[in-house]
Protein backbone atom coordinates (compact mmCIF):
# COMPACT_ATOMS: atom_id res chain seq x y z
CA UNK A 1 0.00 0.00 0.00
CA UNK A 2 1.14 3.14 -0.75
CA UNK A 3 1.74 5.29 1.71
CA UNK A 4 3.59 8.64 3.01
CA UNK A 5 4.64 9.97 7.00
CA UNK A 6 5.72 13.01 8.05
CA UNK A 7 7.78 13.75 10.88
CA UNK A 8 7.60 15.38 13.50
CA UNK A 9 3.63 15.93 13.59
CA UNK A 10 4.01 19.28 14.85
CA UNK A 11 7.39 21.92 15.33
CA UNK A 12 7.78 25.13 17.44
CA UNK A 13 10.71 27.16 17.20
CA UNK A 14 12.51 30.85 17.77
CA UNK A 15 12.35 32.83 14.62
CA UNK A 16 15.00 32.97 12.98
CA UNK A 17 16.21 29.43 13.77
CA UNK A 18 16.46 26.58 10.79
CA UNK A 19 14.73 23.70 10.96
CA UNK A 20 14.21 20.18 8.82
CA UNK A 21 10.75 18.48 8.18
CA UNK A 22 11.11 14.35 7.53
CA UNK A 23 8.93 12.54 5.05
CA UNK A 24 9.57 8.95 4.31
CA UNK A 25 7.61 7.23 1.34
CA UNK A 26 6.84 3.77 0.20
CA UNK A 27 4.88 4.80 -3.03
CA UNK A 28 5.69 3.06 -5.90
CA UNK A 29 6.41 3.41 -9.34
CA UNK A 30 7.71 6.40 -7.84
CA UNK A 31 7.45 9.33 -10.30
CA UNK A 32 8.10 12.94 -8.10
CA UNK A 33 7.99 14.41 -4.59
CA UNK A 34 6.54 17.47 -3.88
CA UNK A 35 6.37 20.10 -1.29
CA UNK A 36 3.25 21.69 -0.33
CA UNK A 37 2.65 24.66 2.33
CA UNK A 38 -1.09 25.51 3.81
CA UNK A 39 -1.53 28.73 5.48
CA UNK A 40 -4.67 28.10 7.73
CA UNK A 41 -7.65 28.32 6.07
CA UNK A 42 -6.49 28.34 2.85
CA UNK A 43 -5.38 26.19 -0.04
CA UNK A 44 -1.87 24.65 -0.24
CA UNK A 45 0.55 26.58 -2.72
CA UNK A 46 3.50 24.60 -3.85
CA UNK A 47 7.28 24.49 -2.90
CA UNK A 48 8.91 21.99 -5.15
CA UNK A 49 8.69 19.45 -7.54
CA UNK A 50 11.48 16.82 -7.64
CA UNK A 51 11.99 14.17 -9.57
CA UNK A 52 13.99 10.80 -9.83
CA UNK A 53 17.14 12.35 -11.15
CA UNK A 54 17.17 15.04 -8.84
CA UNK A 55 18.89 15.20 -5.07
CA UNK A 56 18.23 19.05 -3.86
CA UNK A 57 15.77 21.55 -4.99
CA UNK A 58 15.70 25.19 -3.64
CA UNK A 59 12.63 27.86 -3.56
CA UNK A 60 14.21 31.03 -1.81
CA UNK A 61 14.53 29.80 2.08
CA UNK A 62 13.29 26.36 1.45
CA UNK A 63 15.17 23.60 0.44
CA UNK A 64 14.14 19.85 -0.41
CA UNK A 65 16.10 17.06 -0.77
CA UNK A 66 15.29 13.89 -2.31
CA UNK A 67 17.16 10.36 -1.70
CA UNK A 68 14.95 7.74 -4.23
CA UNK A 69 17.32 4.60 -2.88
CA UNK A 70 16.19 5.55 0.71
CA UNK A 71 12.49 6.83 -0.04
CA UNK A 72 13.32 9.53 2.08
CA UNK A 73 12.78 13.38 1.66
CA UNK A 74 13.73 16.70 4.23
CA UNK A 75 12.66 20.17 3.25
CA UNK A 76 15.02 22.63 5.37
CA UNK A 77 14.08 26.28 6.08
CA UNK A 78 16.58 28.71 6.72
CA UNK A 79 16.21 31.95 8.73
CA UNK A 80 12.73 31.01 9.56
CA UNK A 81 10.27 33.75 9.95
CA UNK A 82 6.97 34.34 11.29
CA UNK A 83 5.08 33.76 7.64
CA UNK A 84 6.76 29.95 7.81
CA UNK A 85 4.02 29.39 10.57
CA UNK A 86 1.72 26.93 8.51
CA UNK A 87 1.60 23.43 7.25
CA UNK A 88 4.08 21.41 5.61
CA UNK A 89 2.51 18.35 3.14
CA UNK A 90 4.62 16.07 1.55
CA UNK A 91 3.04 14.38 -1.03
CA UNK A 92 4.33 11.52 -3.54
CA UNK A 93 3.51 10.75 -7.30
CA UNK A 94 3.24 7.30 -8.61
CA UNK A 95 2.78 6.46 -12.04
CA UNK A 96 0.39 3.95 -12.93
CA UNK A 97 -1.57 2.90 -15.98
CA UNK A 98 -0.75 5.86 -17.56
CA UNK A 99 -2.02 8.05 -14.86
CA UNK A 100 -0.40 10.18 -12.45
CA UNK A 101 -1.70 9.27 -8.57
CA UNK A 102 -0.95 11.37 -5.42
CA UNK A 103 -0.42 10.37 -2.34
CA UNK A 104 -0.61 12.97 0.75
CA UNK A 105 1.28 12.63 4.00
CA UNK A 106 -0.52 14.28 7.12
CA UNK A 107 1.22 17.29 7.21
CA UNK A 108 3.97 18.59 9.60
CA UNK A 109 2.57 21.63 11.62
CA UNK A 110 5.09 24.39 12.08
CA UNK A 111 4.94 27.23 14.37
CA UNK A 112 7.33 29.91 14.35
CA UNK A 113 7.16 32.40 17.79
CA UNK A 114 9.03 35.36 17.63
CA UNK B 1 -3.75 35.71 -14.31
CA UNK B 2 -6.78 34.84 -11.61
CA UNK B 3 -6.45 31.87 -9.45
CA UNK B 4 -8.38 28.73 -9.12
CA UNK B 5 -11.81 29.96 -7.35
CA UNK B 6 -13.80 28.44 -5.22
CA UNK B 7 -17.79 28.74 -4.96
CA UNK B 8 -19.12 29.23 -2.49
CA UNK B 9 -16.70 29.72 0.44
CA UNK B 10 -19.03 28.18 3.44
CA UNK B 11 -21.92 26.44 3.49
CA UNK B 12 -24.17 24.62 6.21
CA UNK B 13 -26.21 21.56 5.59
CA UNK B 14 -28.63 19.06 7.68
CA UNK B 15 -27.74 15.20 6.98
CA UNK B 16 -29.77 14.07 4.01
CA UNK B 17 -29.71 16.81 2.40
CA UNK B 18 -27.24 17.40 -0.83
CA UNK B 19 -25.00 19.76 -1.73
CA UNK B 20 -22.83 21.18 -5.15
CA UNK B 21 -20.13 22.95 -4.82
CA UNK B 22 -18.10 24.90 -7.71
CA UNK B 23 -14.13 24.87 -9.07
CA UNK B 24 -13.29 27.96 -11.54
CA UNK B 25 -9.26 26.79 -12.75
CA UNK B 26 -6.74 28.96 -13.94
CA UNK B 27 -6.76 30.05 -17.49
CA UNK B 28 -5.93 27.17 -19.76
CA UNK B 29 -5.36 24.55 -17.41
CA UNK B 30 -7.50 21.59 -18.25
CA UNK B 31 -7.29 19.46 -15.22
CA UNK B 32 -8.86 19.82 -12.34
CA UNK B 33 -9.29 17.51 -8.92
CA UNK B 34 -11.26 17.41 -5.80
CA UNK B 35 -9.70 16.49 -2.36
CA UNK B 36 -11.40 16.35 0.86
CA UNK B 37 -9.32 17.65 4.12
CA UNK B 38 -10.03 17.04 7.41
CA UNK B 39 -7.85 16.92 10.59
CA UNK B 40 -7.71 13.55 11.44
CA UNK B 41 -7.07 12.31 7.90
CA UNK B 42 -5.41 15.18 6.16
CA UNK B 43 -5.94 15.68 2.40
CA UNK B 44 -7.55 12.52 0.45
CA UNK B 45 -8.23 12.54 -3.28
CA UNK B 46 -11.67 12.47 -4.69
CA UNK B 47 -11.40 12.56 -8.04
CA UNK B 48 -9.27 14.13 -11.38
CA UNK B 49 -10.93 15.91 -14.55
CA UNK B 50 -9.02 16.17 -17.98
CA UNK B 51 -10.96 17.62 -20.55
CA UNK B 52 -14.31 16.54 -18.98
CA UNK B 53 -13.68 13.01 -18.91
CA UNK B 54 -12.65 11.38 -14.99
CA UNK B 55 -9.21 11.08 -15.35
CA UNK B 56 -8.91 9.03 -11.58
CA UNK B 57 -10.76 8.52 -8.87
CA UNK B 58 -10.54 8.08 -5.04
CA UNK B 59 -11.79 5.35 -2.45
CA UNK B 60 -15.05 7.94 -1.56
CA UNK B 61 -18.77 6.33 -1.94
CA UNK B 62 -21.07 6.99 -4.94
CA UNK B 63 -22.55 9.61 -3.03
CA UNK B 64 -19.53 11.39 -3.94
CA UNK B 65 -19.38 12.92 -7.68
CA UNK B 66 -18.51 14.99 -10.19
CA UNK B 67 -18.29 16.83 -14.01
CA UNK B 68 -16.47 18.72 -15.56
CA UNK B 69 -17.41 21.38 -18.55
CA UNK B 70 -16.13 22.35 -22.04
CA UNK B 71 -15.08 25.65 -20.18
CA UNK B 72 -13.29 23.37 -17.89
CA UNK B 73 -14.98 24.60 -14.68
CA UNK B 74 -16.34 21.46 -12.00
CA UNK B 75 -18.56 20.81 -9.84
CA UNK B 76 -18.52 18.19 -7.24
CA UNK B 77 -22.00 17.06 -5.57
CA UNK B 78 -22.19 15.05 -2.76
CA UNK B 79 -25.77 13.27 -2.06
CA UNK B 80 -27.42 12.50 1.35
CA UNK B 81 -24.84 14.08 3.17
CA UNK B 82 -23.66 12.60 6.74
CA UNK B 83 -22.14 14.37 9.46
CA UNK B 84 -18.71 12.66 8.64
CA UNK B 85 -19.09 14.67 5.23
CA UNK B 86 -18.06 17.97 6.74
CA UNK B 87 -14.41 18.84 5.82
CA UNK B 88 -12.86 21.61 3.68
CA UNK B 89 -13.37 20.69 0.38
CA UNK B 90 -10.55 21.78 -1.92
CA UNK B 91 -9.62 21.99 -5.73
CA UNK B 92 -6.82 22.12 -7.68
CA UNK B 93 -6.03 22.75 -11.35
CA UNK B 94 -2.73 22.06 -13.52
CA UNK B 95 -2.09 21.64 -16.73
CA UNK B 96 -2.64 18.15 -16.47
CA UNK B 97 0.90 16.84 -17.49
CA UNK B 98 3.13 14.72 -15.11
CA UNK B 99 4.95 16.52 -12.51
CA UNK B 100 2.92 19.52 -13.35
CA UNK B 101 2.29 21.72 -10.34
CA UNK B 102 -0.94 22.12 -9.31
CA UNK B 103 -2.63 25.22 -8.36
CA UNK B 104 -5.22 25.33 -5.23
CA UNK B 105 -8.28 27.20 -4.60
CA UNK B 106 -9.43 28.47 -1.26
CA UNK B 107 -11.45 25.69 -0.32
CA UNK B 108 -15.06 25.56 0.37
CA UNK B 109 -16.05 24.93 4.28
CA UNK B 110 -18.77 22.57 4.18
CA UNK B 111 -20.55 21.57 7.93
CA UNK B 112 -23.39 19.02 7.94
CA UNK B 113 -25.59 19.17 10.80
Known amino acids: KNQVEQSPQSLIILEGKNCTLQ??????????LRWYKQDTGRGPVSLTI?????NTKSNGRYTATLDADTKQSSLHITASQLSDSASYIC?????????????FGTGTRLTIIP | KAGVTQTPRYLIKTRGQQVTLSCSPISGHRSVSWYQQTPGQGLQFLFEYFSETQRNKGNFPGRFSGRQFSNSRSEMNVSTLELGDSALYLCASSLGLVADTQYFGPGTRLTVL
Open chain 1, 91 to 103: VVSAFLGGNEKLT
Open chain 1, 50 to 54: MTFSE
Open chain 1, 23 to 32: CNYTVSPFSN
